[in-house]
């Protein structure tokens, strides 16, 4: 339903199916594309199937159509759990001829907010250990991934708390406009910042952050003009491992784990895929 159809002109598609299983294949085994099973047909075929459905937002689309109407069960209190995760890149996925000698493989190890623009380059960070990838993950407590974006490896999970919110969005089984508000969002020690409770505050989101040990103690230091720490909800707090379980789900793909891809688009659609394999055999009731 939500694959397109065959091409207008020139020859017929292969068969959806068995291209299918070949991308999925890859994503679970992060085997090359020359290496895939014969089931799954000309491996030149498959590669070109996974890189045309990310760049016309086919996966987007499946995905859409897989979340819709997960937010129901939890009505105006549906909580979302927000962490972050690194994948390493395996073989150099930016090749030397394909990059000027004066321009730098993927971001500068400084790269963290650069003043305007986009920041990194393909979603790719430089550190000690090499090239990376942040995965910035929010899932609802079925540790299903409700959205993700990517970043720099070396890039923090709390200032991508900020943009991670508003990327979230469930369709409606029916007519109406689709949800981008969670009735609370968690989030670990490490997401506890006044940018972050104030985007979530401007939203009417509540914050489930527990505040750190040195915030508390500048509270304490600044008196009565310190104010009251904010209130965290030990009892809600205990769900926060959902977006660690999900991420251990995701893990399971070995080109989600390993990054393998060049192009921020395509390892785009390879970290949808793994969610869409968890979401079709843990559907929406």
């Not at 939500?2 to 991308?23: K, N, Q, Y």
């Not at 290496?35 to 689309?61: A, F, I």
Request: glycine share 14%; charged share 25%.
């Amino acid at each position: 339903m939500f694959l397109p159809a065959g091409p207008p002109r020139g020859g017929r598609w292969a068969d959806h199916r068995s291209v299918i299983v070949g991308i999925f294949f890859r994503a679970r085994a992060g085997c090359p594309w020359r290496d895939l099973p014969e089931g799954s047909g000309n491996w030149k075929t498959v590669y070109n199937r996974h890189r045309r459905w990310p760049l016309d937002g086919t996966w987007e689309k499946i995905l859409d159509g897989l979340r819709a109407g997960c937010d129901e069960a939890g009505g105006a209190q549906w909580t979302v759990s927000a962490d972050s995760s690194g994948a390493r890149a395996g073989t150099p996925p930016v090749p030397a001829m394909c990059c000027p000698r004066d321009c730098s493989r993927g971001s500068l190890p400084d790269d963290k907010n650069p003043p305007g623009g986009r920041a990194g380059r393909e979603a790719l960070g430089r550190s000690r250990g090499g090239l990376s990838t942040g995965i910035h993950l929010a899932a609802g407590r079925r540790c299903r991934p409700v959205t993700r974006i990517l970043s720099p490896g070396q890039h923090g999970g709390c200032p991508q708390f900020i943009p991670l919110m508003p990327a979230i969005r469930i369709s409606r089984r029916g007519e109406g406009r689709p949800r981008t508000r969670p009735g609370a969002a968690m989030g670990g020690k490490a997401y506890s910042s006044a940018a972050n409770r104030a985007c979530l505050r401007r939203r009417g989101i509540k914050a489930v952050i527990p505040v750190r040990e040195d915030q508390e103690a500048h509270l304490r230091n600044r008196g009565s003009t310190g104010g009251r720490p904010p209130a965290s909800g030990p009892g809600h707090y205990k769900e926060r491992n959902t977006a660690g379980r999900c991420f251990g789900k995701l893990r399971q793909f070995r080109a989600v784990a390993t990054r393998y891809g060049k192009r921020e688009l395509i390892c785009q659609g390879t970290a949808d895929l793994a969610p869409i394999r968890i979401w079709l055999r843990d559907p929406v009731p």
